[in-house]
């Protein structure tokens, strides 16, 4: 985990306010609060992804069925070359 210190300066009163409110909402830190905050953001492209990745998997299913596995036809087909 990271030890760098973050300063945000010039947030403006209601910011920092809004953000207190909420952490005081859910019993945790106005710290706490900003780096879940800082964390859910930085995911969010990883999540988008995820989701595209599954949409699109879901309709390669819908399209082409779920296919067979695959695993003992190679596997027999190794042994046979060896």
Known sequence: MAV?????????DWVVEAHKAKAEQEG??????LRNLLTESALKPQRDFAAKAEA???????????????????REDREERW
């Open 28 to 33: 945790i830190s106005l710290e706490e609060e």
């Open 4 to 12: 760098e210190a973050v300063k945000i300066r010039k947030l403006p």
């Open 56 to 74: 699109w998997t879901s309709q390669l299913k819908t399209r082409y069925g779920t296919l067979s596995d695959s695993t003992e036809i190679i």
